[in-house]
């Protein structure tokens, strides 16, 4: 189904940073006064945001479960891709976004390898904490 969605909903041509741009108009922009280029930019923008727009408003309407089943599965990527950069970035001293980052790589990969190589890690981390919990006792007392 969702690849059914994604046939009907072609890539933005218009990117997310010039969406940006556009969305926070300068006081010049906001009373209409464009310079050429933004004006030669609009004439080739608009069209295409606005069939980009009129094709998610489709979507919303005729195919809501679709939409929301492609709006989850690229949240749930976005999920994976975070932790998978926060282990490539985590340091020895950063146990808890380690096991977070490996708690969401054990819930949603599709990979089994990945799943049991953070379901290992996990283990460790637990392991790895129940030894130092005598010498964190010992400090407190």
């Known amino acids: ?27 010049d922009a906001q009373q209409g006064d464009f ?17 980009e727009l009129l094709q998610w408003r489709d979507a919303a309407r005729t195919r809501p479960a679709a939409l929301a089943m492609a709006l ?8 994976l891709t975070a932790a998978r950069q926060a282990i490539q970035l985590a340091t020895p001293h950063d146990a808890s976004a380690l096991a977070s980052a490996c708690d969401t790589l054990q819930r949603l990969s599709p990979f089994p390898d990945e799943r049991d190589a ?19 006792n010992r400090r407190a007392q």
């Open 1 to 27: 189904m969702e690849a059914t969605l994604h046939a009907h909903l072609s890539p933005p041509l218009i990117r997310d940073g010039l969406l940006a741009h556009l969305a926070a108009p300068d006081p």
């Open 72 to 79: 989850r599965s690229q949240a749930l990527e976005d999920q």
């Open 118 to 136: 953070a379901a290992q890690v996990l283990v460790e981390l637990r392991q790895d904490r129940s030894t130092d919990a005598p010498h964190n």
């Open 35 to 51: 310079d050429a280029e933004t004006r030669a930019l609009l004439a080739v923008a608009l069209p295409e945001i606005c069939l």
